[in-house]
């Protein structure tokens, strides 16, 4: 299975801070493919600058390249499916998230429950 992580996902599995099991199983299980998005990047870079989180963007991105991640970049594509999701969720980051989830065939891994109105594609971890 392809795999696009959220970006507190990504986050917690990388500072080491409890991850739901079932998230945990879906990322340890060699039969799938992880990836993560630049806009999950983008957002810590936010977040980090406006001292939300302490989490260093580029100690994340070396984390995911280390831990085996994909990066996916944002397409046009990715920002036109964007507008066309109906609004169950109004966080920018998370849209753009299902989105290229949508357009790349893959399912995205997440444990914000709201976003399971999305569809299918979409696995609540938690």
């Known amino acids: 299975m392809r795999l696009l992580l959220d970006t507190h996902l990504l986050v917690w599995w990388f500072v080491d801070r409890r991850i739901p099991q079932r998230a945990t199983e ?7 493919q992880l990836y993560a998005s630049a806009a999950s990047v983008w957002e810590v870079a936010i977040k980090a600058a406006l001292g939300k989180i302490e989490v260093k963007p580029d100690a ?37 998230l299902v989105s290229q989830s949508l357009c790349e065939s893959m399912s995205l891994l ?6 399971a109105a999305y569809g299918p594609t979409v696995i609540v971890a938690g």
């Open 26 to 32: 879906l990322i340890r299980d060699p039969a799938n």
């Open 60 to 96: 994340l991105l070396a984390g995911l390249r280390d831990g085996g991640f994909q990066e996916l970049a944002v397409s046009s594509r990715h920002a036109t499916q964007v507008g066309l999701l109906p609004m169950h969720h109004r966080d920018p980051f998370d849209r753009l």
């Open 110 to 115: 997440t444990n914000d429950r709201t976003l």
